[in-house]
Every structure is written in C-alpha cells, then in structure tokens.
C-alpha cells in the first residue's frame, strides 16, 4: 500500500508504507512533512502492523478528521477512506493504481423519502355520519322508536365497516412505507471534474520534497520472493529496507545464506552512513574529520565510487589547506539557514532571501543556502540568479543529494525553453 496526499490546489505526492510508523506533521522531522500552517508540529501518526494501518490523532489543534469524524482515539484506516489534516487529504491506494486517480470524498448524508401524499396521517380525523341531515342543515329529527332501532344498527355496522378499512388501509400504508425505503433508487452520482495542473514554468523553483520510490505492488509472501525482494533493495543500495526484509525470511534452508547476506549488507549500510557523514564534514570545511569519517567505508564495494571521489577531493582540499569555518561561525550559518526555511515555507520570500544571502556571506560553500537561495529567487521571478546558485548548488551538492535531480532537470527545461525563444527570434529567409 502506500499514502497519497492532495493539497488544496489539487498537486498530488505518494509515500510508501514500508515503515511500521509514519508521522505527519508541520516540522522537517516528520516522515510527511505538511508545512501549511494549520497543521500541528507533530499531528498524526500512522502505525502499521499485520496488514493494517491504525490512524492516531497526537493532540493536534485543529484535529484529525476521517471520513467527516474527528478522530479522538486510535481508529483504523482503510483504503477508500479519507482523511482530512488541515488543507490536506489523504487515501490509501494499492501500489498499482496511478497517482492521477481522484481521492474518495465523503459520502454525503442520504435525503429522507419523500412524504407520500395518498396517505392521511394516524392522527387525521375520520367523520362518521349516522343518519341524513335535515335540508335545512338541522340535526336529524327524532324518530319512532322502531325505526331508531333499526338506524342505530346500521350504524354500528357502518362504524365497524368504516374502522376494518381504515385498520386495512394502516397496514397497507406501513408495508408500503418499508418497501419503498428498500427500492428508493438514488440520483445518479455527479461526475467529479478534476483540474488539470499546469506544467511548471521556468521561474518555479523545482519542488524541494521528494517522493520516496514505490515498492512492488505484490507483497512477497513466501521465502524466496521475500529473498529476491531484498536483493533488489540491496542492488539500489537501501541496505536498511534490505535488512528488514530479510528479517521476515524464516525457512531454515536459507539461514546460512541469510547470515551471510546480514553481515554484508549491515557493513554496506554503515559504509554508506559513513560517506554521507564524511560528504558533509568536508562540505563544512572539515577535511581532516572527512578523511577520519570516511575510513568507516574504506572496504565498502557498494559505495566504492563515492569513496574514491571524496578520497580524491580530500586529498585536494588538504593540499590547498583549506581550513574549517570556526564553530561559532557553523552554528550561525545553520541558524540563519533554519529561519530562512520557515520564512520561505510561510511565504515571506523577501525576508527569506535576505536570511539565505546572509547565511553565504558566512560559508560561501553552504549548498543548502545556495539550494534556497536560488528557489527564493525562482519564485520571486528572478531567474537568472536563480540559475547562477542552482549551478553553485551542483557543484557543491553530494551525488546522493535527493534535491540534484530536480535541480538538474529544471536547469535542463531552462536552456531548452531560451534556446526554443531564441530560434523563434530568428528572422525567417
């Protein structure tokens, strides 16, 4: 399974369920970062166990809804559910259904049937007429004792006809009441019309938060399928996903390999926690502590060109004896970085710029302000200086940095689109 989620002007994203708890919140510590301001630092959480998702409210202050409820206890979250945090929705989907299909709404409440007007009510008079009025409106004259005998029978008669058809008409009125709640056929649905998202312009910053790859849709069950499972999360170096996987193989004739498989992928992930510590002690200025992180991956083949390029980069910044910013200078570039992102994420671009300028006037080799930078100045229409920092942020930025792609592609559809206005300027032989 995995979570979509939709905000209020209809862009969709997908996160995998392959974690036993995901948090949703407004903070960056959260696996589902919603940084709309009436979502709460830490909102929700979803806790996945034995096939099911168990949806928990974490006393946020605008409430969780699902399916039009606010949840104030531990409920379950299934897929054709929705759930409501601030201006967000979110559904479950199997792997295989396209991100483009619309999230379930909630249901609206069902019209009550329509009153039925050949029927009187229990509590209607019912008139009893026992004998002929006079013709001049006069109650009925008094008659002969034989003849009033004979009146008063038919009567009686008369009311006992008169109450049998009206008990007869009741019931029919009852079974018919319960038969037409049953054969009530509803109006057909409206069909639901889905904007269309205009693709990004060349001034829109490309979008910061990345959604993680999906799994397989096929949720592998038996030994073997659990074992390819993790050897193809191991070949696209997740070592971490790798290792849970092989937590759920169990058959006693795949033990010794599963020893063997747990040792070295448990090395590779340490090896690759140790290049990502070393890229980010020598994008600090600290290549001494970059040469003592990185001798964690020295025998690491799964991270073997990383290694060799950051030994060679070491080896360049010791030699040019490019010393580390003071610490008192590294605690307020990540301030100054910190303000900006919440600045940024709150729509002050203006006061954000002016945080990121002043974070690389501090460390002109900081790649997430020039990150930053270049996107505050992307959607404040100035292009061409965010292009200059998205460059900067290249040649600073790790191999493995989620942003690089994004930033390479942007950078791609913007020479694409001057070369296109260029060849139309060109005057036509």
Not at 278 to 292: I, N, T
């Amino acid at each position: 399974m995995k979570l979509v989620i939709e905000d209020d002007e209809g862009h969709r994203r997908e996160v995998p369920l392959d974690r036993d708890e995901i948090t949703i919140g407004r903070r960056d510590d959260n696996l589902v970062q919603l940084p709309e301001r009436n979502v709460s630092r830490h909102h929700a959480r979803l806790i996945c166990s034995d096939g099911g998702v168990v949806l928990e409210d974490l006393r946020s202050a605008n409430g969780t809804e699902l399916n039009g409820v606010r949840v104030t206890e531990p409920v379950p979250f299934r897929d054709g559910d929705l759930l409501r945090i601030g201006d967000y929705g979110l559904a479950l989907r199997p792997d295989g259904v396209p991100l483009d299909v619309p999230l379930p709404r909630t249901a609206p409440p069902e019209a009550p049937a329509p009153p039925r007007g050949d029927l009187l009510p229990d509590t209607a008079p019912h008139p009893v007429v026992l004998g002929p009025l006079d013709p001049d409106g006069a109650l009925p004259v008094e008659l002969e004792p034989p003849v009033r005998r004979s009146r008063r029978a038919l009567g009686v008669v008369g009311l006992g006809l008169f109450l049998g058809l009206g008990a007869a008409l009741m019931l029919r009125a009852r079974n018919g009441e319960s038969t037409h709640v049953h054969t009530v056929v509803p109006p057909p649905p409206t069909p639901e019309v889905v904007a269309e998202i205009p693709p990004p312009g060349p001034a829109e910053p490309p979008p910061l938060e990345l959604s993680p790859p999906t799994v397989s849709a096929v949720r592998p069950s038996t030994a073997t399928e659990w074992l390819a499972a993790a050897r193809a999360a191991a070949e696209n170096r997740d070592f971490d996903r790798a290792l849970r996987m092989l937590g759920s193989v169990h058959d006693r004739s795949y033990q010794a390999e599963v020893q063997n498989l747990r040792k070295t992928w448990r090395a590779e992930a340490a090896a690759g926690r140790a290049v990502r510590s070393a890229r980010k002690e020598l994008d600090q200025g600290r290549a001494s502590l970059a040469q003592r992180k990185l001798e964690g991956a020295r025998n690491s083949r799964a991270w073997a060109p990383e290694v060799a390029q950051l030994r060679a980069e070491i080896v360049a910044a010791l030699k040019n004896g490019k010393k580390s910013p003071p610490r008192s200078t590294a605690v307020e570039v990540d301030r100054l970085y910190r303000e900006g992102k919440l600045l940024y994420d709150g729509g002050s671009v203006t006061e954000a710029t002016a945080r990121f300028e002043r974070c690389l006037a501090l460390d002109r080799n900081s790649p997430r302000c020039h990150l930053m930078l270049a996107t505050s100045y992307a959607r404040s229409g100035d292009a061409s200086r965010a292009e200059s920092h998205y460059r900067r942020f290249l040649d600073l930025a790790s191999a493995d940095d989620p942003a690089v792609p994004r930033v390479k592609k942007y950078l791609e559809d913007s020479d694409a689109q001057k070369k296109a206005r260029a060849s139309s300027a060109m005057p036509q032989r």
